[in-house]
């Protein structure tokens, strides 16, 4: 049984749906990548996933090992007050507090995970530091501990290298990778950057508008239409051509629900077509493409 | 001067106010720095003047002036905090509307009734005076089960008032701690408006978690530090309104005020020392 799994899934605020249609799985180590435009729904789907938004239709189911209660959450915002007095050290403690039931005190296991923790992220040595006086890249690290401290099995994570400069982005990258792969923990993580997810995740789950685009391993979203749809024109196609050279039949199988296979219009012959509607659906930035491609 | 202090003991209501005010002290200050950091320090300052209200109603109908005001004061806390957390009408908003709306009930009431006199008096400013055996023991067993509740919980109040998205989605329940907090304040409220006074109580909210906010950066130490601030003005409070016959719920918040300046020259100057190190 998979780890979570999402069956036709809605969310709708007052009443309007703001995401419709979604059916994916997370296997327990995956590393899952959520892409799509501000205002697609992302974090509204990491609410749903954390119980803190109820679905307006359809169901997240978790395997039988998981508990809600069990999952790590790095918040896109975190509405601190500027002047909250807190250490570091009791806001990666206050992480624990998940798996303690109702024993009011940390005891040693909290406390030595909470340090393990910090000493993962690097940031032992400001455990004492306060809270407010870090910077926007530390204070990332101390949330992302806390998270950690929250859970064993999985970790949200809702676009953490926000607001970072570039070469604190890619030792975040780093740390989340480590995360995966050497403590087990499988990472669910909101990004804008393409370029990364694809080179991090294991699987990419794409969101349009309002619904599901794509979801699928991340081999497979490189020869998608909802990939170069999100990459700039003629780069884009240049790739997708040399894709459609190399690959010209993403398994229709391997890619469930809505996944869109290449478009007619300007692929080759022999490239399957899994979806007639979402074809259609695609077609315009296709037929684009296809345009820009003429032109040159 | 000395032996004054001392001769102030030997009275038992100056024992009675010193071992209320020192629990109230202690707790209002504790619930106070979960208080202004959830940005909640109005909704203080509201109930008691829902407490007012209550205490006035309660005396036009010769009935026990506490029995009457925990309940309702209780009702309009939860009440504050479900609009707050609604935010439908604008918190702020909400309070000044509950708050300048009991006082006024209040007023109307006294005025039909027994007119303006000294009990009236003692429920808006305070009175070591009108404290009675019975008021004693209640005050004793609120705070404790206030200084209980908040042992027992505060790492999750401090999860909770930190970041209550988080702690929600950990599986905590936050409407339920923020129940909690909303319940132990309308008790000390109620029951510290006997000394203090409707008008000043929330002063004794607000001040000691302010004042060690100046100079203490981790939650604990704003938590102890805000303790031992309230306790110490309190008692230097009741000791300076004894001396000089001044009132005592103003005495107290002026010792406040005093305290919330020195911590704020102490942090100025621990910054100026730090600055001048910094460029070696
Ligand atoms: N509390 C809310 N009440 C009403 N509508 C909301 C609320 N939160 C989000 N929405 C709407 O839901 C949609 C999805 O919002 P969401 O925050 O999930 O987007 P997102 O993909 O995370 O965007 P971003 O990349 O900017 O973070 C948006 O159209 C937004 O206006
Ligand atoms: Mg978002």
Redesign the interface.
């Known amino acids: 049984m998979s780890l979570i799994s999402c069956d036709n899934l809605a969310f709708a605020y007052d009443g309007v749906t703001v995401l419709h249609g979604l059916n994916f799985k997370i296997e327990q180590g995956d590393y899952l990548c959520i892409l799509g435009e501000n205002g697609a729904g992302k974090s509204t789907l990491m609410k749903g996933l ?3 938004k109820r679905p307006s239709a359809g169901s997240v189911t978790f395997g039988e090992d998981l ?3 069990e ?3 790095l ?1 896109q915002q ?4 500027k ?5 570091v050290r ?2 990666v ?3 624990c ?2 798996g303690m039931g109702m024993r ?3 005891g040693k296991a909290e406390k030595e995970r909470a340090a393990r923790n910090m000493e993962a992220l690097e940031i032992t040595d400001l455990a ?3 809270y407010r ?1 870090l910077s926007g890249g530390q204070q990332q690290r101390v949330l992302l501990a ?2 950690l401290c ?1 859970t064993k099995k999985v970790i949200l994570l809702d676009e953490p290298v926000a607001g970072l400069d570039p070469l604190v982005t890619i030792n975040m990258y780093k740390l989340i990778e480590r995360i995966n792969s050497e403590m087990g923990i499988t990472v669910i993580m909101v990004s804008h950057d393409v370029q990364a997810a694809t080179n991090y995740a294991s699987h990419i789950l794409h969101l349009g508008e309002d619904r599901q685009l794509f979801f699928g391993t991340c081999e497979d979203y490189r020869y998608s239409a909802a990939y170069h749809s999100f990459m700039d024109g003629g780069k884009a196609v240049h790739i997708w051509k040399k894709a459609q050279v190399k690959k010209p039949a993403p398994a229709a199988g391997a890619a469930p629900a809505e996944t869109v296979s290449a478009p007619t219009e300007a692929a080759p012959e022999g490239t399957a077509v899994s979806d007639a509607a979402a074809e259609k659906k695609e077609s315009p930035a296709a037929q684009e493409k296809a345009e820009k491609e003429v032109r040159k | 001067m000395f032996q004054l202090i001392l001769e102030m003991f030997t009275y038992p209501f100056m024992v009675r106010a010193l071992c209320m005010g020192v629990l109230v002290a202690l707790c209002s200050a504790l619930l106070g720095v979960t208080l202004v950091l959830k940005r909640y320090s109005m909704i203080g300052d509201g109930l008691s003047h829902v407490g007012f209200g209550a205490l006035a109603i309660a005396t036009a109908m010769n009935a026990a002036p506490l029995a009457v005001a925990i309940p309702v004061v209780i009702a309009a806390s939860f009440l504050l905090l479900r609009l707050s957390e609604s935010g439908k009408i604008k918190g702020d908003a909400a309070i000044a509307l509950i708050s300048t709306g009991s006082l006024a009930v209040g007023v109307m009431v006294v005025s039909m009734t027994t007119g303006m006199n000294t009990d009236v008096y003692n429920y808006l400013f305070g009175s070591i005076l009108s404290m009675s055996e019975g008021d004693v023991v209640l005050t004793g067993a609120v705070s404790a089960v206030i200084l209980a509740l908040f042992v027992f919980f505060y790492n999750r109040i401090f999860a909770v008032t930190f970041d209550e998205t988080f702690a929600r989605a950990t599986g905590l329940n936050a409407r339920l701690y923020n129940m909690v907090i909303a319940v132990l304040t309308a008790l000390i409220i109620v029951v510290g408006m006997r000394m203090m006074g409707s008008l000043l109580i929330s002063s004794l909210v607000v001040f000691p978690a302010v004042t060690s906010m100046r100079t203490c950066i981790t939650f604990r130490s704003v938590m102890i530090c805000s303790a031992i601030v309230s306790t110490v003005c309190l008692v230097t409070g009741l000791v300076i309104s004894y001396l000089y016959a001044a009132p005592t719920g103003a005495s107290i918040v002026l010792c406040n005020i005093a305290a919330f300046f020195l911590f704020t020259a102490l942090q100025k100057l621990r910054e100026s020392l730090q600055s001048r190190e910094k460029p070696l």
């Open positions: 954390l119980g803190l508990r809600a209660r999952i790590g959450y918040p975190t509405p601190v007050q002047d909250f007095p807190a250490s009791e806001v403690l206050s992480g507090l998940s009011p005190f940390f004492d530091r306060c006086d806390r998270a929250a």
